[in-house]
């Protein structure tokens, strides 16, 4: 006997009483109830409450807001994504060199940037969260994770009120990385100590249509 | 009867490996540990600390009730249907690319997860913070197959580099405060900056340093998981510095240990727990970090995922239809924080990779109850832990279900009865009223419990409550009670009804 078959034989046996299979009450709230402008203000106050450096502009804004947080930063590598707009970097100055990433950089490579500017898949106000799943404008996981400063990108309609309704949003399939302010640790005294291995900078832009 | 048990008997988790059994009992150790002022302090301050910070979190949760009651209901409907929940995740695990194992027990698991490090070639692996490879004991079996594991989590790495052992689900450097933890570094890490201050940063970033090039020169990774969801076959992680992320994005192999109870039915369960986890166990709205994946994703992370699900005593505690709430734990430490018995004694003293509460009633189960036996008195039976849970776990009930199993035990060996049967007031207690206790009053004792006040001064206690008040005593063996259980626990109840 396997020891696939022999654990389900075990696990048949303890339940050979039959428990009861209770039905889950799903009474809990699932959608917030906020108007789209109040969940994208909540969400800038969650966001910063973690420590991410929160902006907010008109879509049209967003490359001018990239280039100024680039250069407060001092940041001279860039990575981003292949999918990335190509606008949003249109202003950024010719002394910053960007990568863009289709798969072929190396950890070493990723390494030694500065920095990565994404969009995201959802955001999530409640909790302050922002969500990547590896779509175009987002890219693979390693490229968010290495760079010790990350921009993310975040467009209003993305923004939705509740983890539900998060959750909802997203395809279970692909890679899913939540985000909620920049990598902290609490492991010394319960105090949070933000930046330990991911990146240790992160600015969100809340981007309004028009 | 042949020797060889019928493939259906409940196993528990075998002796000699591992870390489910102290090598004292609870009494003896949690002795020791009330003896030291520095550990006390530490402990204090961090469960104060967190305390605060879950209920602030939890308060502005409106639907916090509506969500405990789906948590329960979904573990409640997973523990009923483990085997076709398993049989789901596997199929998808493995429509997606991932390879799933099976593993019986910690031998077998650990065994297998050698196997698959060796067939990468490498010698060394990564880890993010699993309870399931300390419970097996994985470091050790890797390191006899000649691997060297490294913990990644920084309380892990303060607790492997100091040699010592976790004392916290959540923390488990907690019983340490920063300037042993500078102390340590200091000693252990090599080419380490003489100049390090006890500032918690300045820790964080020593870490982050050391460690940096041990992920990118990573091969193989070695997680935990949260939860897998059966319907899609997903895993998740949750954490907070990043080297879950490293672990589970970099390395070219992700094996992930999983205990069997793990699995929840639906992707939209998650929604239910990725709220009460959080905010029950940092006390944050959102840990900074939740990966989530299924299978092998084509050019992005591991190319060869493996899921190992672990049994090891796992079916014997679902086999007990009073214990097998155990199951349902998402090991969040609440019940950790706010149990007074913890708060004095540590996790150590518990002798488990599981302390607290839980560990209480989920140790003893897992190993048989004869390997714990101290266990399920480790407790006062005031309910904060009830009350804390986020999936309802009615451990009290499950304590006294317990001790009264441990009587029945004893009576059929007809042994004489240990020390801290004698000691407790709660083992005369036992023998008569346990179960018509736990069945007839059950539902009485809850509400009870519910309405009960959490913080009862609490700070002001010197030793430990009630009838472990004996253990405290500096003796060598425990002095009997100066009053009984019932009696001590009418007075409580009574006291508790005028105070309100
Ligand atoms: S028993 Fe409940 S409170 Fe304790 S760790 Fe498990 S889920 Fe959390």
Sequence with gaps: MTAREATLARIRAAIGDAPSVPAIPRDYRVRGDLEAGAAASLFAQRAAEYRAAVHHTGLDGVPALIATILASAGDTRAVVPTGLPADWLAEVPSSVLVYTDDGGMTTEDLDAVDVVVTGCAVAIAETGTVVLDGAPDQGRRVITLLPDHHICVVSVDRIVATVPEGLHRLDPTRPLTMISGPSATSDIELTRVEGVHGPRNLDVIIATAG | MSDTPAPTAPIHAPAGVGMLRGARTFPEAARQALGDPQLRHNLGHATATIREKRANVVAEVADWAELRNAGEAIKSATMATL?????RLEHQVTAAGGVVHWASDADSAN???ARLVRETGSREVVKVKSMATQEIG???ALAQAGIDAYETDLAELIVQLGGDLPS?????????NRAEIRNLFLRAIPDIDPGLTDD??????AARRHLRQRFLAAKVAVSGANFAVAETGTLCVVESEGNGRMCLTLPDTLITVMGIEKVVPSWRDLEVFLQLLPRSSTGERMNPYTSLWTGAHRGDGPRAVHLV?????RTSVLADQVGRDALNCIRCSACLNVCPVYQRTGGHAYGSVYPGPIGAILSPQLTGIEHNASLPYASTLC????????VKIDIPSILVHLRAQDVEVKRARRDVPTPESVAMAAAAWTMTDDRRWSRAQRSSRLARLVGRRRDKARGLIRSLPGPLAAWTVARDAPRPPAQTFREWWARERSSDGQRR
Excluded: T
Aim: aromatic residues 2%; hydrophobic residues 45%; glycine residues 6%.
């Design chain 2, 309 to 313: 699900l672990l049994d090891n005593g």
């Design chain 2, 111 to 113: 065994e297998i997860v």
């Design chain 2, 168 to 176: 916290h689900i959540l923390v488990p450097a907690i019983h340490r």
């Design chain 2, 383 to 390: 309910g904060a832990c009830y009350d804390v849970c986020p």
């Design chain 2, 200 to 205: 918690p940063r300045a820790l964080a970033a």
């Design chain 2, 83 to 87: 085997d076709e929940q398993l049989i």
């Design chain 2, 138 to 140: 994985l470091n050790d």
